[in-house]
């Protein structure tokens, strides 16, 4: 069927595709860009500003520091239609030895989120610049985000006692704030260093998370002159990663559950006894429900060092991420035209993954979805993750999402109004945020029953 002036979805596809094409040094140019500027969550200031430098010379109307460093843009047809986000994170997280990591900061882009940005730009310039948007109705929308790895809790936690911010993750920032609000589509690509993955693969769903930050208060004394004197926090502490080991044969398989700590201070000299521990980490589960059981099993494992020793534990929980869902009408869309542009035989599915981001809670007040993209090489968060294939990590997923936009919005954006009246985000902007909010708990346990 042809559309605005005789195009059809299919010669618009062609004509992003050149243009992406065209772009090639550009777009590659901006994720090297940022690769040799990671920044943390929340921090993202200067890669940010590339985002804003590439939204200002493609003349599209934005709006900046949303939820601190993130950015909006919005380009409206002049049509009448829905409204359709493409995305990329900012963030990069602390990963000091690897070859792209900051000097100071220990930051590196070992998760490829420098390859979302330049993807989304690319699909940006694919839509404007080459007349494209010209023939689609509603509205298109480029968003970067900040903060999408729940990492450095305790900086987080000082910028929601100031105010700054309520949750602690990027995009559950972003519908707090109403940057979802007018947005009826949204989807993103994460680079996949999976050989199993192929060129592009399908992702599914997803684990939610609850973070955890824990403080274990003992009593100092003497460490061999009077070490009965005093209360061992770090003891308390090693006794609760014990308690934990113990928990996790009664996590089912199926429920998906991972529990991981890490001890940010361990005491501070080796001849007194620690009187205070930090810990942090992360509880998830393959839905809600498993997510808060095992939290509530782990909670028990955290009191139970403080029990045995006479310390006195606090346990405070973070709202985390939501479990990614899926849309299968959008991400039906999305795997046509990856079929179209790569094959079949390139094209790989991921039922579920273990991980968690906060695409899930975008996934549950829009519809969306979250692919992968192959062309990096090494461990995903590890210090060999790196790219390898440009035009597999960053440009198909730029014409992908671009072509996924071109079906939803050519013809009067026939094809969007179907998908949403064949599918439902589950929960309102409310909804979510009163679940969300309802996750955090501050718990004080001495060894007296509550």
């Not at 260093?193 to 769903?205: I, K, L, Y």
């Not at 460490?223 to 934990?244: D, E, Q, R, V, W």
């Not at 059981?293 to 009191?303: C, D, G, M, Q, S």
């Not at 981001?357 to 975008?362: L, R």
């Amino acid at each position: 069927m042809a559309g605005t002036n005789g195009a059809t979805p299919e010669s618009l596809k062609q004509s992003a595709s050149k243009h992406i094409d065209g772009q090639f040094d550009a777009i590659t140019g901006i994720a090297e860009r940022i690769l040799g500027h990671p920044e943390t969550g929340f921090n993202e200031h200067e890669t940010a500003g590339v985002v804003d430098e590439w939204l200002t010379k493609l003349d599209l109307p934005h709006e900046t520091g949303i939820a601190l460093t993130g950015a909006k843009a919005v380009l409206d047809t002049g049509r009448p239609g829905p409204t359709v986000a493409i995305m990329g994170e900012l963030d990069a997280l602390p990963v000091p030895d690897h070859p792209h990591a900051h000097p100071v900061t220990g930051a590196a882009h070992a998760c490829g989120h420098n390859n979302q940005i330049a993807s989304m730009l690319g699909a940006a310039m694919g839509l404007t610049q080459s007349g494209v948007v010209d023939h689609l109705c509603g509205k298109l929308v480029f968003i970067a985000v900040p903060a999408e790895e729940y990492v450095e809790i305790g900086f987080r936690q000082s910028l929601r006692d100031q105010g700054k911010i309520e949750f602690l993750g990027g995009k559950p920032e972003f519908i707090r704030l109403g940057a979802f609000d007018d947005v009826d589509f949204a989807m993103m690509v994460h680079t996949s260093s999976s050989a199993e993955d192929g060129v592009v693969c399908m992702t599914g769903t997803s684990n939610g998370t609850v973070a955890k930050h824990v403080t274990y208060h003992g009593r100092a004394a003497h460490a061999a002159g009077a070490p009965h004197k005093g209360i061992n926090a770090l003891n308390a502490a090693t006794l609760a990663f014990t308690a934990l080991q113990f928990q996790r044969e009664t996590f089912r398989e199926e429920d998906t559950v991972r529990a991981h700590f890490i001890i940010k201070r361990g005491g501070d000299v080796n001849n007194v006894i620690p009187a205070l521990v930090q810990m942090e980490g992360k509880v998830r589960g393959k839905t809600m429900e498993a997510m808060l059981e095992a939290n509530e099993k782990v909670e028990r494992a955290l009191k139970a060092g403080a029990l045995a020793t006479g310390a006195t534990v606090h346990i405070e929980t973070f709202p985390g991420y939501f479990p990614m869902i899926r849309h299968t009408p959008l991400a039906d869309l999305y795997r046509e035209n990856a079929v179209a542009l790569v094959g079949e035989e390139q094209i790989s599915s991921r039922p579920h993954g273990t991980g968690s981001t906060d695409m899930g809670d975008v996934m549950h007040v829009v519809r969306g979805i979250h692919p992968a993209a192959g062309g990096a090489t090494g461990t995903g968060h590890g210090n060999d993750f790196l790219l390898s294939d440009a035009d597999h990590a960053i440009i198909t997923p730029a014409k992908l999402m671009a072509h996924t936009t071109i079906d939803l919005l050519a013809n009067g954006a026939d094809t969007a109004h179907r998908v949403m009246e064949e599918t439902k985000p589950p929960l309102t902007k409310d909804e979510y945020l009163t679940q969300l909010r309802s996750l955090a708990r501050t718990v004080e346990y001495d060894g007296v029953e509550e």
